[in-house]
């Protein structure tokens, strides 16, 4: 069955386009409720968006891959987007990803099998005066050590209950 957004988040769309002048305008918008819904886009999701809005669907497929805030496959509940650029790994990125690996079998670019967390490792974040840095859901995380991101993941689990999103 072909991905479609919930009844209330379609009207969301609808709403939204109706804000534009033309509803190419409200594509970004429309993948964000997207995202929101579902965590993930895909080109069944980028093609429900396409059809809401009545555009050519591959502007939505060039608005999806163009911008990497939208993933293109599950990534868990907690996203963790780890910089890896210059200033992160001169100040000790590259331990913090085997720590995260040895400590708690997160591994880059698959999912926990909890469905808690997903590892990706990303180029700068914009952040390099508080490095290491990364970026979990929408939030950022600056100067981090080993303790630091115990701290945050162990509060993760606890915030998380059973884990699956």
Known sequence: MAYELSAENQQRVKEVAARYPHNMSAILPALHIVFAERGWIDREACDHVAELLDVPPIHVYEAMTFYTYFPRKPVGK????????????????EN???????????????????GLFCLHRVECLG???????????DDYYE?????KI????????????????
């Open 96 to 114: 913090l990803i085997e720590y995260m690996r040895d400590k708690h079998g997160i591994e880059e670019d698959r999912v926990t099998g909890d």
């Open 78 to 93: 907690y996203h963790i987007q780890l910089c890896h650029n210059i200033a992160c790994n001169l100040r000790g990125a």
């Open 150 to 165: 115990e701290e945050l993941i162990e509060g993760w689990k606890r915030e998380a209950g059973n884990g699956r999103r």
């Open 127 to 137: 952040a390099c005066g508080g490095a290491p840095m990364m970026q979990v859901n």
């Open 143 to 147: 100067n981090l050590s080993p303790e």
